[in-house]
């Protein structure tokens, strides 16, 4: 994984899927921050935790701005099978 860290912003490069191990790396990194973005390009995967984990930062108290590049196809149908898609704002979330 490689990441960038600003005092409230966290920029990762995920070199691997996006599943638990993943998401504690980021969990630690981001700590308090307010703003993620997660480049997915190189991820096969992304699992439930992962899912449930952005989940939390975006509905939390405080919310956690999140953005996401390149999310795998598998990405989207987890969201939809989740019931998600009508939730989260995808257009604000996803760039291209």
Do not use: C
């Not at 995967?45 to 956690?64: C, D, E, T, W, Y």
């Amino acid at each position: 994984m490689n990441y960038k860290k600003t005092s409230q912003k966290l920029e990762v490069e995920l070199t691997g899927d996006f599943n638990l191990k993943a998401v504690r790396k980021i969990s630690d990194l981001l700590g308090d921050g307010s703003e993620l973005f997660i480049n997915l390009k190189n991820a096969r995967f992304v699992n439930s935790k992962a899912i449930i984990f952005l989940h939390k930062l975006m509905q939390g108290n405080p919310r956690v701005v999140v953005r996401l590049k390149n999310p795998p196809k598998i990405f989207f149908e987890l969201l939809q099978t989740l019931g998600l898609h009508r939730i989260w704002e995808l257009d604000e979330i996803v760039e291209p």
